[in-house]
């Protein structure tokens, strides 16, 4: 990880709400370098007398100029993200550092399916992918299994239909653990071997992986994905787990 690029001060240009705990943070920082979709990017806040929390964020959107965005999930008793979901406004500026990564990352000019495992704001760096394969206009295959509580708390759901829809090479599917919509086939539950063979690429199909979300969510993921058959070396994964301090 690159982490000695240095502070940048960006500025909050929009913000709007993504779900009823979620909010999507469009920051315009100057002389941005660009980025790989995957990448995230550090966010320091600092205090009026000098503490400063330093937090860790995915970028959600696709390159383009000097606009990234962030999607952040408030996290009950949380310091970072209530504050960037409540208190900061467009026009507020907010130090960054990044782009950081160079492992969790989709290049278009790789030709491999790709499969895509999202649970919770897990689906955020996952989304600058499939956002950049449009931008790119790659034809490579994508398929997107996103476990979520209920409906209500899936992220850029409009965003994902629309895509999938208008888009053979793009399949999403998801997985509810609290709370299924109406008439839907199956009961709330945790993600499970059935699902991911039912809603993935056979292991022989040499797909690249991205597994990304809390955890234990993520173990559990590529435990079954191994187990079905993937090379481990093919799938990478991002835990959202606490970070700085
Ligand atoms: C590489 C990376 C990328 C990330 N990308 C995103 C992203 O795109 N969107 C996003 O919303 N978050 C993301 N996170 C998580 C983010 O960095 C923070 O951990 C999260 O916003 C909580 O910070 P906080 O200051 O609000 O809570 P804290 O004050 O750090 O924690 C408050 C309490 O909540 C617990 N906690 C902290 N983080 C989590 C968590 N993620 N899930 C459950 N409990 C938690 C802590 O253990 C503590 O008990 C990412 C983390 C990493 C490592």
């Given at each position: 990880?690159n982490?000695g690029?240095?502070?940048?001060?960006?500025?909050?240009v929009?913000?709007?709400?993504?779900?009823?705990?979620?909010r999507?943070?469009?920051?315009?920082?100057?002389?941005?370098?660009?980025?790989?979709?995957?990448?995230?990017?550090?966010?320091?806040?600092?205090?009026?007398?000098?503490?400063?929390?330093?937090?860790?964020?995915?970028?959600?959107?696709?390159?383009?100029?000097?606009?990234?965005?962030?999607?952040?999930?408030?996290?009950?008793?949380?310091?970072?993200?209530?504050?960037?979901?409540?208190?900061?406004?467009v026009?507020?500026?907010v130090?960054?550092?990044?782009?950081?990564g160079?492992?969790?990352?989709?290049?278009?000019?790789?030709?491999?399916p790709?499969?895509?495992?999202?649970?919770?704001?897990?689906?955020v760096?996952?989304?600058?992918?499939?956002?950049?394969?449009?931008?790119?206009?790659?034809?490579?295959?994508?398929?997107?299994?996103?476990?979520v509580?209920?409906?209500?708390?899936?992220?850029?759901?409009?965003?994902?239909?629309?895509?999938?829809?208008?888009?053979?090479?793009?399949?999403v599917?998801?997985?509810?653990t609290?709370?299924?919509?109406?008439?839907w086939?199956?009961?709330a539950?945790?993600?499970g071997?059935?699902?991911?063979n039912s809603?993935?690429?056979?292991?022989?199909l040499?797909?690249?992986?991205?597994?990304?979300?809390p955890?234990?969510f993520?173990?559990?993921?590529?435990?079954?994905?191994?187990?079905?058959?993937?090379?481990?070396?093919?799938?990478?994964?991002?835990?959202f787990?606490?970070?700085?301090g």
């Amino acid at each position: 990880m690159n982490r000695g690029a240095s502070w940048r001060v960006a500025q909050l240009v929009e913000s709007r709400e993504e779900t009823g705990t979620a909010r999507t943070l469009v920051l315009e920082v100057p002389d941005w370098p660009g980025h790989t979709p995957g990448q995230h990017v550090d966010v320091r806040l600092t205090a009026a007398d000098g503490y400063r929390a330093e937090r860790s964020y995915s970028i959600a959107s696709a390159a383009s100029g000097n606009r990234i965005e962030l999607t952040v999930q408030r996290v009950h008793d949380g310091e970072v993200s209530p504050y960037l979901i409540d208190v900061f406004s467009v026009g507020d500026p907010v130090e960054i550092r990044g782009p950081v990564g160079g492992w969790f990352v989709w290049r278009a000019a790789d030709p491999a399916p790709v499969l895509l495992v999202a649970g919770g704001s897990g689906i955020v760096p996952l989304m600058a992918m499939v956002r950049a394969r449009r931008a790119a206009g790659s034809r490579v295959p994508f398929r997107l299994i996103y476990s979520v509580r209920t409906p209500r708390d899936a992220y850029f759901a409009d965003e994902l239909r629309q895509r999938s829809r208008d888009d053979g090479g793009l399949d999403v599917s998801y997985v509810y653990t609290r709370e299924v919509p109406d008439g839907w086939s199956s009961d709330a539950h945790r993600i499970g071997v059935a699902d991911v063979n039912s809603h993935g690429w056979p292991a022989e199909l040499e797909p690249t992986c991205f597994v990304c979300g809390p955890t234990g969510f993520v173990e559990t993921v590529a435990d079954i994905l191994v187990a079905l058959g993937h090379d481990s070396r093919r799938v990478k994964t991002e835990r959202f787990g606490p970070t700085g301090g």
